[in-house]
């Protein structure tokens, strides 16, 4: 192996600054840019100390310094093949560094070469940058974390080789600078005005998941620092679980810049009401209520309690509805018939959940498709055990029997694994059956049954055409996202003796698009 003296000049330095307001969210700090400090290596020959670099904060500030046993590694094509070296750094008493490498390979004058911090980031085996996926989903939380593993920085400079045979030496021709590849956050959640103490944090990019930090069952903390890469439009999905096994929400399409530090309030994460599979690898959780809108301000928001319709409180009007044509998302008329005439399912801007919803915060709704409706109610087997039944997915239910009126019929449904006992209800029915609403409850037992997660669809009725109302308080139909053709859509209907979701596309299971069906919207969870 030829031994070639490695000299190198390089700049690194993490210094930004953040908003340190108490209520920002993700995209609120306005970042300050990168202030080099200076910290240049140049690299002697068999140096026999060696160094580590870490990161430190004071206040909104991050600053990077070389300390002990740190290595980067260095990239470049010599004998007709990609050279994988690692060079050790040591930290000198004036801030510089110095690294140490053996070149391999015999490389030529002015050959490219890569400098990446930390050596670690490196696949051994293809010479390349780990996909970062992969290498930030074993973060751990903790700065010191960060400064070891996963600071990643990167430059490219040129060789300069200079002498014969073995009495050559190895320069860069012009001093670099490593120049940081991710975003620094500290990372702090709110569910209203209450912090969330975190157990486990899980951080995704448009679907893919870039963190996911787990602590001990019975510890928590205010706060996570976490990497992750830069973004420009990209949705980001926070998911938080507390020491109680709570589990809240939060995304939002955002950007943040490389080389920046954000200290981050997540102000507006939504607390799970219960997580329900809609696939073998999909779970989705309810909005708190059906789908509502205000005509005359062109305002869309969630029914403030699971049972509520206006069909049934008899306010259904022409500036207050609840029943909607099927995908008619933009203006829809109390009494109009106008629907959307695509044979897609409803899907991004389509969907009723990409209006803003007053009260549905900043997470991203949408429509089950009938596939989805029926793996919810019929082929779930993640379903809790209901009344001594297992697989338990949804019964027919009698809610709010005390308040005068004999209540509120609808369907109740169950979450993945959720327990529930007869003696929680006044009275408990057939499991996965309508069975004539039978079983019942009082306004208290609800709300138990409600804080355990359980989703109430209510016989909101229906309109036909137009505006002839129709249901009598006992039947419950809610669209589905998928259409059968330009004016037939599928959607899931019950009464006190069946329950359909429709999907075959014979005479009975498919419902005209201008009719007026209650619309429940769920979202993703990860």
């Not at 499991?431 to 037992?445: E, G, I, K, P």
Request: with cysteine.
């Amino acid at each position: 192996m030829k031994t070639i003296k490695l000299f190198m000049m390089a700049a690194l330095a993490l210094m930004t600054a953040a908003c340190s307001s108490d209520d920002n969210d993700i995209t609120t700090p306005t970042p300050q840019s990168a202030k080099p400090e200076g910290i240049p290596f140049s690299a002697t020959i068999e140096s026999e100390s060696a160094t580590t670099r870490t990161l430190s904060e004071s206040g909104n500030t991050i600053t990077a310094a070389w300390k002990t046993d740190e290595e980067v590694a260095l990239i470049y094509t010599a004998s007709n093949s990609t050279q994988l070296v690692v060079a050790k750094v040591t930290a000198n008493d004036d801030g510089s560094a110095t690294i140490n490498a053996t070149l391999t390979g015999s490389p030529a004058d002015d050959v490219d070469v890569e400098i990446v911090y930390p050596a670690s980031a490196v696949d051994e085996t293809t010479k390349k940058v780990k996909d970062l996926p992969t290498l930030l989903v074993k973060q751990t939380g903790s700065l010191s974390n960060i400064s070891e593993k996963y600071d990643l920085r990167q430059a490219t400079g040129k060789l300069k080789i200079e002498g014969e045979n073995n009495s050559q030496t190895a320069s860069l021709k012009e001093s670099v600078k490593l120049e940081s590849q991710l975003a620094i956050f500290l990372i702090n959640a709110k569910n209203g005005e209450a912090n969330v103490e975190m157990n486990s944090l899980v951080v995704k990019i448009d679907g893919t998941r870039y963190v996911n930090i787990t602590k001990n069952p019975n510890s928590a903390q205010n706060n996570f620092y976490i990497a992750l890469p830069a973004v420009t439009n990209k949705l980001v999905s926070f998911m938080v679980k507390d020491i109680d096994g709570n589990v809240y929400d939060y995304s939002k399409t955002v950007t943040f810049a490389a080389g920046k530090y954000y200290q981050s309030t997540l102000s507006s994460m939504t607390k799970r009401t219960g997580e329900f599979s809609v696939s073998d690898e999909k779970k989705v959780c309810f909005s708190q209520g059906n789908l509502q809108h205000q005509v005359s301000t062109n305002i869309w928001r969630f029914a403030d309690e699971q049972w509520a319709s206006f069909t049934v409180s008899n306010v259904y009007s022409t500036n207050s509805m609840d029943l909607f044509t099927w995908g008619n998302i933009s203006s829809p008329k109390a009494y109009g018939t106008s629907y959307d005439d695509s044979t897609n399912a409803l899907s991004g801007s389509r969907d009723w959940g990409s209006n803003t919803i007053t009260n549905g915060g900043k997470s991203q709704w949408r429509t089950l498709t009938n596939s989805e409706w029926k793996y919810v109610l019929k082929t779930r087997e993640t379903g809790g055990t209901v009344f001594g039944t297992s697989k338990a997915c949804y019964t027919g239910a009698t809610i709010n029997t005390d308040d005068g009126n004999n209540g509120v019929k609808g369907i109740i449904l169950f979450p993945d694994g959720v327990n529930i006992a007869s003696e929680e209800v006044t009275k408990s029915g057939t499991v996965n059956d309508v069975s004539n609403y039978t079983t019942t409850c009082t306004s208290d037992q609800w709300t138990a049954l409600e804080a355990k997660g359980c989703i109430f669809l209510p016989c909101a009725n229906r309109r036909t055409n137009g505006t002839t109302i129709s249901g009598d308080g006992v039947n419950g139909y809610y669209w589905s996202a998928s259409a059968y053709t330009t004016d037939q859509a599928f959607a899931l209907e019950f009464n006190s003796g069946n329950l359909t979701i429709q999907e075959s596309g014979t005479s009975t299971d498919y419902t005209s698009k201008s009719y007026g069906y209650s619309v429940r919207l769920v979202r993703d969870l990860q």
